[in-house]
């Protein structure tokens, strides 16, 4: 019996990692270990003699559990000490670089929008990205057979309803929901069944704004349409004014921006014209302010609808429209 507690704590004190020592324990206390042999063997003996030495193998048995319990602490002990040594700290390491989050250059000219309506009293709207036929086309005054609503042009939904080809749906959703007089910009995606290259997007943003009220002029429209391009730019802006026509205005008008990449000498951004295409806006055709539920001999207009990826790119000076939705971040770290 001593040799073999000699053995034994012999065994536990020689262990000198938390591995070694489980093995140990294993060896002896184990289901299979050896002091568990010796027990089983109790039964085979005289009652007499299974009394001495079951008492004798129990004392054994409690002194190598408290032995390896014992030097289990001074291995652990151990091992976390040479753990410590061998890491140092650095004082004059740089510390870790703290990634802060990046606002997308939409996300960036959005707010920039927003920001120059709002001080003027616009509310901002956000209206449905799937819409009806009927606020997407009839009731702008877009017609069943306008070119527009070709299946080349806009997304159809298996519902019969469309993926918005503009956010100008929103005038006539506007009308319905405020009471005149207002003021309401609406930004957001819109859709078009387009093949893409670096100035077609299927996907891209618009902001559309409408101001309904008893009198309105080109003239408000164009101070406003001044004053978002000098908010947005930070600079003063030039601009011009041209005849467009667009089914939901009367008169429409085409809105261009001297081209602010090289203020009006002419580069590839303004296809060496000097002008930018920008605005598309007009006095809110009277056929669409009745579908809006409004008397057109009482309201009147003016509507406009920015094209906002556009303008991120003259403002960025981005090459290509399809990096706006391209989800890279090694464009979005950019901004
Ligand atoms: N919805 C037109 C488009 O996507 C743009 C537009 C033109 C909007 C004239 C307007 C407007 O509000 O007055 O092409």
Known sequence: MEALRTE?????????TTAALKDVEVRWLGKKGRLTALLKELGGLSPDDRKARGQALNELKRDITDAVAQREIAVAQAELAAQAAGERLDPTLPGLPVDAGRLHPLTRVIDSVEDVF???????????EAETEFF??????????HPARDTQDTFYLADGNVLRTHTSPGQVR???????????IFPGRVYRC???????????????GLMIDRHVSVAHMLHSMMTLLTGVFGRPVQVRL???FFPFVEPGFELDLRCMVCEGAGCPVCKRSGWVELLPCGLVHPNVIRHGGLDPEEWEGWAFGLGLSRLVMMRYQIDDIRWLMSGDLRFVRQF
């Open 118 to 128: 709002e001080r003027m009293g616009f509310h901002i709207l956000d209206y449905p």
């Open 8 to 16: 034994a704590l012999d065994e536990v004190a020689a262990a000198t």
């Open 242 to 244: 041209r005849p467009g």
């Open 194 to 208: 387009e093949a893409t290259d670096a100035s077609h997007e299927h996907t891209f943003h618009q902001v559309e």
């Open 174 to 184: 506007a009308m319905r929901d405020l009471k005149p007089p207002f003021r309401a």
């Open 136 to 145: 997407n086309f009839d009731g702008l005054n877009i017609p069943a057979d």
